[in-house]
């Protein structure tokens, strides 16, 4: 959208609000302005109310903190105890209003708002990430776990650095939130429509609070198991597109010279038992009623036993063609094809990989309430974070190369790809031998200490009544190790009996099958090595590819040390317009940042050259917003801030690891091999910046009931993004070099509407009025300037990688004491990617979009509530099945083949929860 495009929408925004004072609406009762209103499960609650509990609750609970926040914000909160609407963290975020999320691997994460990435993520208000990341993987919090999401949207001094798309914080349950004792838990059992497996959810709190001599003191432990046992299977065409030879000749005839059709089909089934063990305490102690000193305690773990195989037939450039069938409208793109004992055969690999993530924070802290309604608050903490990784990978290859008949867009199965063999028994371990062995691993380590002291006091000078300011420090330390990943072939031939599958001390099953929910003709399942047998016999094929026995030694990568230090100063107003109120912020946080990282350039597995850079950025951070309260029910808000995200560690990495060996394009005949590849971070990254303006008009109408707009831009300098940079060193002579590059301006603007509400219309019966419906609706204009390696081929302003441009909700409810029931519809439109693609018409690498096409998921959720003290929950994710579809031009002239169908995940879940 141009400037005049924006112009229009920030005046239809504000000619909205000079419109609004002559609106009739209902009214409500008010609500003291805070920050974001702190909330608990059991709040007290006058017996002249009706009493309502369950989801309805939670939405009250949620329109409250947006209507009474000083800062835009969206915010889910528990229906009770240990109950979000879905089982983790991500997949209850992406109900609210402007959140997306990436929904693979049997799970939804990758959680974007307002399109962009770059979020803080912080717990009970301080900062938490994962490893040496900056931020946590949201669906690492289990839904058990949590008592309430803030989105914010805009965010005031007061809150810790928002990156540029926003702050999501996480707040935990705390004993003081309960009127008393609490133990709260459930089982839940799950099963998996892919890869056909079961599993549990389980979860414990245990809570009290006393009354002693020192004072009241409150204590709540907690706990929780969650399983994730998925099969995601793929097939696709390998997005590499080969030209056949022109020298072929078949009966005197040269055979389809020139045509086109990719280098692979594959089918994949990336599959992994996870699971994910957390524990958090939090211990209260309030000697008077303005004093309170608190500590706790958070333990996220994560553990994956992945056992991922795949199976490849290939194609090639040399190999006569047969039964060959073009692609509608099209001279040289070949649709369908066979190939007779010919080409490069078929290959795959069965994957024994591990991982282990262990998360710990703890902090303690005070809050003082002092006379006059203000408080001062300090709080500490330090966060420890390990990610560890080891993945062996065992390559395949048919002892023959067999006649394979491929459909590089099957229709049966709405498009992509699909192949078999009709001569090759793929069940029969004579069949097959082995190809080459890989390992790598990783060990990832984030360490930091922060503290922040604030003050919130009120004042009475002019229009301003209250006054905020703080100081935070935090300090963080990174480091990286790695193995990389090299397949290593065996050392005695490929003719040696030693490599044929009957002959290895290896243990072998039917490989996984998935695909369920595909017409198309492929083989679902082959003969592969197990998990287990691979690792016990890990020694045994490292002889065979000429490698020392045990794992191999990882090697630094890079490590970096930053600092932070901060100071915000921050005014609340308020004044009278006739008869509306206008009040807000205004304020500003200033960051000095200092971050130090090393590492080394690399060749091949030589010692490498040492090399350090330090950086340091000075920002400041200011905030103005205008909330206008038109009347109890219905007001206005205009903010402008700025933001910044600071590139991650390994982004940041100045470690350049160049392969030894020459690479070679295989898209031309015959390949050339005359470059070296590279990869690593880029040192000189610079933190991206955004200058926000938001607008929005709120209207609530009941409790539970509201509608509201928003308009917001954002406009933004230095995207960050992987690109391909060719240099020529004068040692190494050409690179093919994959490395983050900040990218030029950028910009992301749009709309949110949201409406909620209950049917509560008197002349309906009492049944009819527990039915609700909640929709909200997103529309982004999005677009950047690519980074100059990439803009050589995609000049001018491009869409942002992996941004949807509309997102949709909807759910229709019933909830009611005895049973609630929930169908949730979460929508979000294709989106793209960037790659680098080879083609040989012309004479340069092309930077070329992959497009993802829009999906929708369809969920369905509820409970059945016998007693006050017992319910049964059961719900149904992906109900319908959602297959992910991408697709990806591979030339100049934007010819397109389909490149990937993906068949999700379908997870049943059904269980009892108790409450005492």
Same mark, same amino acid.
């Given at each position: 959208?141009?400037?005049?495009?924006?112009?229009?929408?920030?005046?239809?925004?504000?000619?909205?609000?000079?419109?609004?004072?002559?609106?009739?609406?209902?009214?409500?009762?008010?609500?003291?302005?805070?920050?974001?209103?702190?909330?608990?499960?059991?709040?007290?609650?006058?017996?002249?109310?009706?009493?309502?509990?369950?989801?309805?609750?939670?939405?009250?609970?949620?329109?409250?903190?947006?209507?009474?926040?000083?800062?835009?914000?969206?915010?889910?909160?528990?229906?009770?105890?240990?109950?979000?609407?879905?089982?983790?963290?991500?997949?209850?975020?992406?109900?609210?209003?402007?959140?997306?999320?990436?929904?693979?691997?049997?799970?939804?994460?990758?959680?974007?708002?307002?399109?962009?990435?770059?979020?803080?993520?912080?717990?009970?208000?301080?900062?938490?990430?994962?490893?040496?990341?900056?931020?946590?993987?949201?669906?690492?919090?289990?839904?058990?776990?949590?008592?309430?999401?803030?989105?914010?949207?805009?965010?005031?001094?007061?809150?810790?650095?928002?990156?540029?798309?926003?702050?999501?914080?996480?707040?935990?349950?705390?004993?003081?939130?309960?009127?008393?004792?609490?133990?709260?838990?459930?089982?839940?059992? *799950?099963? &998996? $429509?892919? /890869? !056909?497996?079961?599993?549990?959810? @389980?979860?414990? +709190?245990?809570?009290?609070?006393?009354?002693? =001599?020192?004072?009241?003191?409150?204590?709540?432990?907690?706990?929780?198991?969650?399983?994730?046992?998925?099969?995601?299977?793929?097939?696709?065409?390998?997005?590499?597109?080969?030209?056949?030879?022109?020298?072929?000749?078949?009966?005197?005839?040269?055979?389809?010279?020139?045509?086109?059709?990719?280098?692979?089909?594959?089918?994949?089934?990336?599959?992994?038992?996870?699971?994910?063990?957390?524990?958090?305490?939090? *211990?209260? &102690? $309030?000697? /008077? !009623?303005?004093?309170?000193?608190? @500590?706790?305690? +958070?333990?996220?773990?994560?553990?994956?036993? =992945?056992?991922?195989?795949?199976?490849?037939?290939?194609?090639?450039?040399?190999?006569?063609?047969?039964?060959?069938?073009?692609?509608?409208?099209?001279?040289?793109?070949?649709?369908?094809?066979?190939?007779?004992?010919?080409?490069?055969?078929?290959?795959?690999?069965?994957?024994?990989?591990?991982?282990?993530?262990?998360?710990?924070?703890?902090?303690?802290?005070?809050?003082?309430?002092?006379?006059?309604?203000?408080?001062?608050?300090?709080?500490?903490?330090?966060?420890?974070?390990?990610?560890?990784?080891?993945?062996?990978?065992?390559?395949?290859?048919?002892?023959?190369?067999?006649?394979?008949?491929?459909?590089?867009?099957?229709?049966?199965?709405?498009?992509?790809?699909?192949?078999?063999?009709?001569?090759?028994?793929?069940?029969?371990?004579?069949?097959?031998?082995?190809?080459?062995?890989?390992?790598?691993?990783?060990?990832?380590?984030?360490?930091?200490?922060?503290?922040?002291?604030?003050?919130?006091?009120?004042?009475?000078?002019?229009?301003?009544?209250?006054?905020?300011?703080?100081?935070?420090?935090?300090?963080?330390?990174?480091?990286?190790?790695?193995?990389?990943?090299?397949?290593?072939?065996?050392?005695?031939?490929?003719?040696?009996?030693?490599?044929?599958?009957?002959?290895?001390?290896?243990?072998?099953?039917?490989?996984?099958?998935?695909?369920?929910?595909?017409?198309?003709?492929?083989?679902?399942?082959?003969?592969?090595?197990?998990?287990?047998?691979?690792?016990?016999?890990?020694?045994?094929?490292?002889?065979?590819?000429?490698?020392?026995?045990?794992?191999?030694?990882?090697?630094?990568?890079?490590?970096?040390?930053?600092?932070?230090?901060?100071?915000?100063?921050?005014?609340?107003?308020?004044?009278?317009?006739?008869?509306?109120?206008?009040?807000?912020?205004?304020?500003?946080?200033?960051?000095?940042?200092?971050?130090?990282?090393?590492?080394?350039?690399?060749?091949?597995?030589?010692?490498?050259?040492?090399?350090?850079?330090?950086?340091?950025?000075?920002?400041?951070?200011?905030?103005?917003?205008?909330?206008?309260?038109?009347?109890?029910?219905?007001?206005?808000?205009?903010?402008?801030?700025?933001?910044?995200?600071?590139?991650?560690?390994?982004?940041?990495?100045?470690?350049?690891?160049?392969?030894?060996?020459?690479?070679?394009?295989?898209?031309?005949?015959?390949?050339?091999?005359?470059?070296?590849?590279?990869?690593?971070?880029?040192?000189?990254?610079?933190?991206?910046?955004?200058?926000?303006?938001?607008?929005?008009?709120?209207?609530?109408?009941?409790?539970?009931?509201?509608?509201?707009?928003?308009?917001?831009?954002?406009?933004?300098?230095?995207?960050?993004?992987?690109?391909?940079?060719?240099?020529?060193?004068?040692?190494?002579?050409?690179?093919?070099?994959?490395?983050?590059?900040?990218?030029?301006?950028?910009?992301?603007?749009?709309?949110?509407?949201?409406?909620?509400?209950?049917?509560?219309?008197?002349?309906?019966?009492?049944?009819?009025?527990?039915?609700?419906?909640?929709?909200?609706?997103?529309?982004?204009?999005?677009?950047?300037?690519?980074?100059?390696?990439?803009?050589?081929?995609?000049?001018?302003?491009?869409?942002?990688?992996?941004?949807?441009?509309?997102?949709?909700?909807?759910?229709?409810?019933?909830?009611?004491?005895?049973?609630?029931?929930?169908?949730?519809?979460?929508?979000?439109?294709?989106?793209?990617?960037?790659?680098?693609?080879?083609?040989?018409?012309?004479?340069?690498?092309?930077?070329?979009?992959?497009?993802?096409?829009?999906?929708?998921?369809?969920?369905?959720?509820?409970?059945?509530?016998?007693?006050?003290?017992?319910?049964?929950?059961?719900?149904?994710?992906?109900?319908?099945?959602?297959?992910?579809?991408?697709?990806?031009?591979?030339?100049?002239?934007?010819?397109?083949?389909?490149?990937?169908?993906?068949?999700?995940?379908?997870?049943?879940?059904?269980?009892?929860?108790?409450?005492?």
């Amino acid at each position: 959208m141009n400037r005049r495009n924006n112009r229009l929408l920030i005046g239809a925004s504000a000619l909205a609000l000079t419109a609004l004072p002559g609106i009739a609406v209902a009214q409500t009762a008010e609500q003291p302005a805070a920050s974001v209103p702190e909330t608990g499960q059991d709040t007290e609650i006058d017996p002249n109310e009706i009493i309502v509990s369950g989801f309805r609750r939670s939405l009250e609970t949620a329109q409250a903190i947006k209507k009474d926040s000083d800062d835009i914000v969206d915010s889910l909160v528990a229906e009770d105890i240990g109950k979000l609407p879905d089982s983790t963290g991500a997949e209850s975020l992406a109900r609210i209003t402007g959140v997306q999320v990436d929904r693979l691997n049997g799970e939804a994460g990758g959680v974007r708002l307002r399109g962009l990435p770059d979020i803080t993520t912080t717990y009970n208000g301080r900062e938490i990430f994962t490893a040496e990341g900056r931020n946590v993987a949201l669906q690492d919090f289990p839904a058990a776990s949590v008592s309430r999401f803030d989105v914010f949207k805009t965010a005031g001094a007061n809150l810790v650095e928002a990156g540029i798309a926003g702050e999501i914080d996480v707040k935990s349950n705390k004993p003081f939130n309960f009127k008393g004792s609490r133990i709260v838990g459930g089982i839940t059992g *799950l099963h &998996w $429509r892919q /890869s !056909q497996e079961f599993g549990i959810d @389980a979860n414990l +709190l245990i809570s009290n609070r006393w009354e002693t =001599g020192i004072g009241e003191i409150g204590l709540l432990v907690e706990g929780s198991y969650t399983d994730n046992k998925f099969v995601d299977s793929y097939r696709d065409n390998n997005t590499q597109i080969l030209r056949h030879a022109a020298n072929v000749v078949v009966g005197g005839v040269a055979n389809y010279p020139n045509v086109r059709y990719p280098t692979r089909v594959s089918f994949q089934y990336p599959s992994s038992n996870r699971f994910r063990p957390s524990a958090s305490a939090a *211990l209260q &102690w $309030r000697p /008077s !009623q303005s004093l309170e000193f608190y @500590a706790d305690f +958070l333990f996220q773990g994560f553990r994956a036993a =992945g056992e991922s195989s795949a199976l490849h037939f290939d194609t090639g450039s040399n190999a006569p063609l047969y039964d060959v069938t073009m692609c509608e409208g099209s001279t040289d793109l070949v649709c369908q094809m066979t190939m007779r004992g010919a080409g490069n055969g078929i290959t795959g690999y069965q994957v024994a990989q591990w991982n282990k993530t262990d998360t710990y924070q703890g902090g303690t802290g005070f809050i003082w309430k002092v006379p006059g309604g203000g408080r001062i608050t300090g709080d500490v903490a330090l966060t420890d974070s390990r990610n560890w990784n080891r993945n062996m990978q065992f390559n395949i290859f048919t002892n023959s190369l067999g006649t394979r008949v491929f459909n590089f867009d099957d229709q049966s199965g709405g498009g992509g790809a699909s192949a078999y063999v009709t001569d090759i028994n793929l069940a029969d371990p004579a069949s097959w031998r082995m190809l080459n062995f890989a390992e790598n691993g990783a060990d990832n380590h984030g360490r930091s200490f922060q503290g922040r002291l604030d003050a919130d006091l009120p004042i009475d000078f002019a229009i301003f009544d209250r006054l905020q300011a703080g100081v935070r420090y935090s300090n963080r330390d990174a480091d990286s190790y790695n193995d990389p990943a090299e397949n290593r072939t065996p050392t005695l031939g490929a003719t040696d009996p030693r490599i044929q599958y009957v002959n290895l001390p290896l243990d072998f099953e039917m490989s996984m099958i998935g695909f369920r929910g595909d017409p198309t003709t492929h083989p679902r399942t082959w003969i592969t090595p197990t998990r287990q047998s691979i690792i016990h016999n890990a020694d045994y094929l490292r002889m065979l590819v000429g490698q020392p026995a045990g794992y191999p030694k990882l090697d630094w990568v890079y490590s970096a040390n930053e600092k932070a230090y901060a100071a915000y100063l921050q005014t609340h107003y308020k004044f009278p317009i006739g008869s509306m109120e206008l009040d807000g912020q205004l304020g500003l946080r200033v960051v000095r940042t200092t971050n130090d990282i090393s590492g080394t350039l690399k060749i091949g597995s030589g010692a490498g050259t040492p090399y350090a850079k330090t950086n340091e950025y000075l920002d400041y951070l200011p905030n103005v917003s205008a909330r206008l309260k038109l009347s109890r029910t219905l007001q206005a808000r205009m903010s402008f801030t700025k933001t910044r995200t600071r590139p991650g560690f390994g982004s940041l990495n100045p470690t350049l690891t160049v392969n030894a060996t020459l690479a070679c394009d295989n898209s031309v005949t015959p390949p050339v091999c005359n470059y070296r590849t590279a990869s690593g971070g880029n040192p000189d990254l610079q933190p991206v910046e955004s200058t926000n303006y938001d607008a929005s008009l709120e209207y609530y109408f009941s409790r539970s009931g509201s509608a509201t707009v928003q308009v917001f831009r954002r406009d933004i300098i230095g995207f960050i993004n992987n690109a391909t940079v060719f240099l020529n060193d004068p040692e190494l002579g050409p690179l093919r070099v994959d490395r983050p590059e900040n990218g030029q301006k950028g910009y992301i603007q749009g709309i949110e509407a949201g409406f909620r509400t209950f049917f509560k219309i008197p002349s309906l019966p009492q049944w009819m009025q527990n039915f609700g419906v909640l929709a909200n609706y997103t529309y982004l204009d999005h677009g950047s300037e690519l980074s100059p390696s990439a803009a050589a081929t995609l000049p001018g302003i491009q869409p942002l990688s992996g941004v949807s441009s509309h997102l949709a909700n909807a759910q229709f409810f019933y909830d009611s004491k005895p049973l609630s029931l929930r169908l949730s519809y979460n929508y979000r439109s294709s989106f793209q990617t960037y790659g680098v693609v080879t083609d040989p018409a012309v004479t340069t690498q092309l930077t070329l979009p992959t497009v993802e096409k829009g999906r929708g998921t369809l969920d369905f959720s509820g409970s059945l509530n016998p007693t006050d003290n017992v319910s049964l929950n059961f719900s149904i994710a992906n109900l319908l099945g959602s297959q992910q579809r991408t697709y990806r031009a591979f030339n100049a002239k934007g010819d397109t083949y389909a490149a990937q169908v993906r068949y999700l995940e379908t997870v049943y879940r059904m269980g009892v929860r108790f409450r005492f």
